[in-house]
């Protein structure tokens, strides 16, 4: 049977116990094991990450089968991080198990560009990207380009987020390796629910006007624009509220002129996203920005930026979907403002959205992980 690694490249800030599947504190790499092994039994599963916090090594098994480890790791400067027990204990499990796949999450980091070089075409391997690139940043973009080409060469599949993204990493993801395969939403888990109910289990006012923000509080995000946009918003309407849901570095800064939920479960979140009258997400940058799906398939308009999935989504009509500039807090209040007056008017096509879904995602991964597999063994 194949053994599938999925490796995070980075610390979460939490040891063991607290990832249990659908904890809301989840790694990308937990939760794209969770969908597979939700649907699958055809391979085994293993979540592995470092963290900065930890003094030892953490292994553990979830109620879905899936073994997770944490391994220490030391932070460097810039933001690099690395931990060589992980390295190591790879190493040896590579040696005693002969069916092997390393599926790296993160695509631009000095853990991601180790592994593929120390275990590259010994092993297939895939790595997924899921944060934005920094190529809009032109110094030494060459230089840094032919640097990455260079460390992720041996890697055998790239999954990108959306054409857009595979075009704007051509120079550094060979195009017969990329794959797209954005990360997915689980429709069974995000759909329509009565709003008044909604905002009963949440202690929300039925007549209030909610807008929510689901995501990292990291500078990227934009949350300082949207933040001194409810401060304006709140003198035009009395009743308005802002709800932020997530953590991050600007948590202290987030928790300005806004309601801070924190971070919340996995299966919460849909209640949130019914409970609001608009789910708004205005970052800079996103690679693809999975919460506006899952507010759309809530029924919940979005309003956000012209990055990630905006674009695709925008073409194929799915509605309730509106743009705003970045980095503009007063165009946020008018198009808010204007959403918030029409929010009973705009329809949503839901089924537009089951393409993400996650029986389709994990299909497509079980899929290639079967032609990666087939190649070596």
């Not at 939700?38 to 030892?56: F, H, Q, V």
């Not at 060589?84 to 560009?113: C, I, Q, S, W």
């Not at 308009?301 to 990055?307: E, H, L």
Request: net charge positive.
């Amino acid at each position: 049977m194949l053994r599938v690694i999925q490796v995070l490249h980075h610390s979460i800030g939490h040891t063991y116990p607290k990832a249990e599947p659908e904890s809301g504190a989840e790694g990308w790499h937990e939760l794209v094991a969770r969908e597979i092994a939700k649907r699958s039994s055809e391979i085994k599963l293993e979540c592995w990450r470092p963290e900065s916090s930890a003094d030892k090594v953490h292994v553990w098994s979830d109620s879905y089968g899936v073994i997770h480890s944490i391994y220490p790791s030391l932070r460097l400067r810039y933001g690099v991080e690395l931990s060589l027990p992980l390295m190591d204990a790879l190493r040896g499990k590579v040696r005693e198990d002969g069916r092997v796949l390393l599926h790296l999450h993160g695509l631009f980091n000095l853990n991601t560009y180790l592994l593929a070089l120390s275990f590259g075409r010994r092993v297939p391997i895939a790595a997924h990207s899921h944060e934005p690139s920094d190529s809009a940043d032109q110094r030494f973009l060459g230089i840094r380009n032919s640097l990455r080409r260079f460390a992720l060469r041996k890697v055998d599949r790239f999954f990108l987020s959306s054409e857009a993204e595979a075009r704007e990493l051509s120079d550094i993801c060979d195009v017969n390796k990329t794959r797209i395969a954005p990360m997915p939403v689980e429709m069974r888990v995000f759909h329509k629910m009565d709003k008044r109910k909604a905002r009963m289990k949440l202690g929300w006012k039925p007549e209030d006007r909610y807008v929510v923000y689901v995501g990292r509080f990291e500078e990227r995000k934009g949350l300082k624009y949207l933040i001194d946009a409810s401060r304006m918003l709140a003198s035009r309407f009395p009743n308005f509220h802002l709800v932020t849901v997530g953590s991050g570095p600007l948590a202290n800064e987030a928790a300005k002129n806004t309601t801070l939920v924190g971070q919340v479960r996995y299966g919460e979140l849909p209640t949130y996203y019914n409970a609001a009258d608009i789910c708004v997400l205005p970052s800079h940058r996103e690679s693809w920005g999975r919460v506006v799906l899952e507010s759309l398939a809530c029924q919940t308009p979005v309003i956000a930026t012209w990055t990630g999935c905006v674009p695709t989504l925008m073409k194929e009509g799915v509605g309730g979907l509106f743009t705003v500039p970045m980095r503009d807090s007063t165009a946020l209040v008018d198009r808010i403002a204007q959403v918030l007056h029409e929010s009973r008017r705009i329809r949503i096509k839901r089924g537009k959205l089951e393409k993400y879904g996650s029986d389709n995602f994990v299909k497509r991964m079980l899929d290639n992980y079967r032609e990666l597999a087939d190649r070596y063994y």
